[in-house]
Nanobody, 127 residues
Framework: QVQLVESGGGLVQAGGSLRLSCAAS????????MGWFRQAPGKEREFVAT????????NYADSVKGRFTISRDNAKNTVYLQMNSLKPEDTAVYFC????????????????????WGQGTQVTVSS
């Protein structure tokens, strides 16, 4: 089992920045790719970004490319999502998730490969 706890959400004006963190505990010695997803009210959960265990590979949703950066520190069992140039449409609950795989693997941009999920952190971007 892997437990995930997100933090760093909050209220920010459009154009501002936030950095989300996701702390992992439990069976963290296994190699897990990590992902960020978000869900806005009345909408389905959508893929934001993913990173391989060794951090050599990452992928982003088109809507966040060039604005968001995913990174990880395996020594701290933590994955980050740096969000810049935030827009009101980025408002959502953000979730991190873990998917077991080899060191270089990144899951396809959907939720199905991910085994473990955090409870989410709210990000609100005001216009």
């Amino acid at each position: 089992q892997v437990q995930l706890v997100e933090s760093g959400g909050g209220l920010v004006q459009a154009g501002g920045s936030l950095r989300l963190s996701c702390a992992a505990s439990g069976r963290t010695y296994s190699s897990y790719a990590m992902g960020w997803f978000r869900q806005a009210p009345g909408k389905e959960r959508e893929f934001v970004a993913t990173i391989s265990w060794n951090a050599h590979n990452s992928n982003y949703a088109d809507s966040v490319k060039g604005r968001f950066t995913i990174s990880r520190d395996n020594a701290k069992n933590t994955v980050y999502l740096q969000m810049n140039s935030l827009k009101p449409e980025d408002t959502a609950v953000y979730f991190c998730a873990a998917a077991r795989g080899n060191s270089w693997w990144t899951p396809p941009p959907g939720p199905y490969e991910y085994e473990f999920w955090g409870q989410g952190t709210q990000v609100t971007v005001s216009s």
